[in-house]
């Protein structure tokens, strides 16, 4: 008992220390007037770790739970998976004030007066802290910023896991004292209050008779799945290959008689279940025949560097059997795996969420029923930060693109690799004038920067699309607006490219024509060399940056 005691006792101090931290972010976050869109919802996401933490917090000091972690040694073990998310969240949310620390400054018109009176007796001002709007902007347009909100995903992501495994197992456990089921019922979402679900999960065993000769036995029955006849790992990736065969031949008799002689969650060489493999064929029947059978709901397929298959490596390792079914948009097979309690916002290893899958493939049915679930509509990868609404712009998607807006997605957010675009960079560079339009009437920053602080305009200027720059212009992008290592405007661009009818719109919406790079060159020197020797001097048209010219990938 008081090695349970010691767990209980190290959760709770570290849930204690991680509420106070959260609430002091989350009031730190507050103080900010008229903040963008990204500080908004990692505020949203701030205050929703202190709830769950204060939730957990709470019902780890109460009697009646510890005495329930106290008879079941489950629950303890399941307890000590929270140990390590606690701790990086904690760590995570302190690194993010530090950040933001230093873009700070004290706002005179809101001072606050303390109780206590100076010497003079006089009452004493204390200043409260306030960050300008525009501060803020520039603040959120650098990498490392984003860094560390990918790394509060992270974080957050794992802890999520963690404390969503703990209310699925109380769950198991109260369906076990319900009836004789060991499996848990459909209609279970996900859901990640530990707290809360601990809470509940005691006050339902109260009446509940104990085996008083036993301090650590399990309420109800074990969870354990039935003892399956042991085999070396050749064997079992022979069985698990087998199982494939029957899912892929639709054969619920296969697929029963393999399970007779081994473990439903047996994994192939990848690593891959049986239920991973049901769910990418969108078998409704046999997908729900292993849940039924008690199938792990969120193994992780292993993290591999190969392409075999033709499968990015970044985009399967670690994913679930809901990554996959989302990717293949096979809707019905995705709401049965959500009614089985899975993740919404389960990560794979690079990071990608479901929806980020269902967006890949333009499944709007599938992503309209994950974000009913809750999904984060703004899930980032973090191998590449690529969000849904990338995906979608990148694919011209214009009726995902209106729902994700419709849904919240932040509109300026950077990819991390290679070139750091936001959606609006995707947009321009791919001239689907709709998609800007729409953007930009969500408003979008028009002067959002990429590598090199290359902006939309320079992107429209170097292509000659002059709808483009007509329309960015139009919402107040900045004519001259330069980039990091060239120091040229989008005029500059424009000449580059030999562009001249780009060069005359510009002039004529009021470009400083007289505006000298790096090298002391106006437009119309660069546009003289470049007619003489074209290639020395052209830029890409989806980058438009100095460095960036060698190795281009398919994405614009």
């Known amino acids: 008992m008081a090695e349970v005691i010691g767990t209980v006792a190290a959760v709770l101090q570290l849930t204690q220390a ?16 008229n903040a963008p869109q990204e500080i908004s919802t990692l505020s949203r996401d701030v205050r929703a ?28 073990t399941a307890l000590k998976t929270l140990i390590d998310p606690i701790s990086n969240c904690r760590a995570a949310l302190s690194r993010m004030k530090d950040k933001l620390s230093p ?27 306030r960050m300008r709007s525009g501060n803020v902007s520039w603040f959120f347009k650098r990498k490392e910023v984003f860094a560390s909100a990918l790394e509060l995903e992270r974080t957050k992501a794992t802890f999520g896991d963690a404390m969503g495994s703990i209310t699925l197992l109380l769950a198991l456990k109260q369906s076990t004292i319900k009836s004789e089921s060991r499996v848990i019922a459909q209609n279970h979402d996900f859901n990640d209050d530990a707290g809360s ?27 354990a799945r039935t003892e399956k006849p042991k085999t070396d790992t ?8 087998e199982l494939k065969i029957g899912i892929d031949g639709n054969s619920k008799f296969v697929v029963k008689a393999v399970l007779q002689h081994v ?47 033709g499968h990015n490596p970044h985009h399967c390792s670690g994913i679930t059997p809901l990554h996959w079914a989302a990717r293949k948009g096979h809707k019905q097979v995705v709401e049965l795996l959500l009614q089985y309690g899975a993740n919404p916002n389960a990560r794979g290893t690079a990071g990608r969420a479901p929806i980020q899958e269902a967006s890949c493939g333009n499944h709007i049915e599938v992503v309209k029923l994950l974000l009913s679930k809750k999904a984060d509509v703004n ?54 004038l709709r998609i800007t339009k729409m953007l930009l009437e969500a408003e979008a920053d028009p002067n959002v920067l990429m590598v090199e602080d290359i902006t939309p305009l320079h992107l429209a200027a170097a292509a000659g699309w002059i709808p483009g720059i007509e329309l960015l212009v139009s919402f107040g992008a900045d004519l001259d607006a330069r980039d990091t290592f060239t120091h040229e405007t ?67």
């Open 18 to 33: 991680a509420a106070t931290t959260a609430l002091q972010v989350y009031e730190f976050f507050s103080v900010i007037h």
């Open 49 to 76: 770790f202190y709830t769950l933490f204060h939730n957990l917090e709470t019902s780890l000091g109460s009697a009646g739970v510890k005495a329930a972690i106290d008879r079941d040694v489950e629950i303890e």
């Open 103 to 129: 873009h700070l400054r004290a706002d005179i018109s809101s001072v606050q007066v303390s109780k206590q009176d100076s010497e003079a007796g006089r009452p004493i001002s204390v200043e409260r802290l």
């Open 197 to 223: 679900a601990l809470s509940n999960y005691a006050t339902s065993i109260v009446d509940v008779q104990q085996d008083e000769s036993s301090v650590k036995k399990p309420l109800g029955r074990s969870i």
């Open 234 to 241: 050749q064997t079992r990736i022979k069985l698990a290959r």
């Open 263 to 309: 473990d439903v969650d047996v994994r192939g060489r990848k690593g891959r279940t049986a239920l991973s493999h049901a769910a990418e064929a969108g078998n409704v029947e046999i997908t729900k025949l292993l849940l039924e059978e008690g199938a792990s709901i969120s193994a992780r397929q292993y993290s591999v560097s190969g392409w075999a298959g």
């Open 379 to 432: 899930a980032q990868s973090y191998y590449d930060g690529w969000t849904s609404l990338h995906e979608a712009v990148f694919a011209k998607r214009i009726q995902l693109v209106q729902l994700l807006i419709a849904s919240g997605a932040l509109l300026n957010v950077h990819l991390i690799y290679p070139d750091e675009k936001a959606p609006l960079h995707f947009a321009v560079a791919l001239q689907s």
């Open 490 to 556: 989008p005029l500059h661009k424009s000449a580059r490219n030999r562009q001249v009818r780009a060069i005359e719109k510009l002039c004529g919406l009021g470009a400083n024509r007289e505006a000298k790079n790096c090298d002391g060159q106006s437009y119309a020197d660069i546009l003289e060399c470049a007619t003489e020797d074209p290639k020395e001097w052209a830029v890409h048209n989806s980058r438009a940056s100095y460095f960036r010219q060698q190795n281009d990938s398919a994405r614009p």
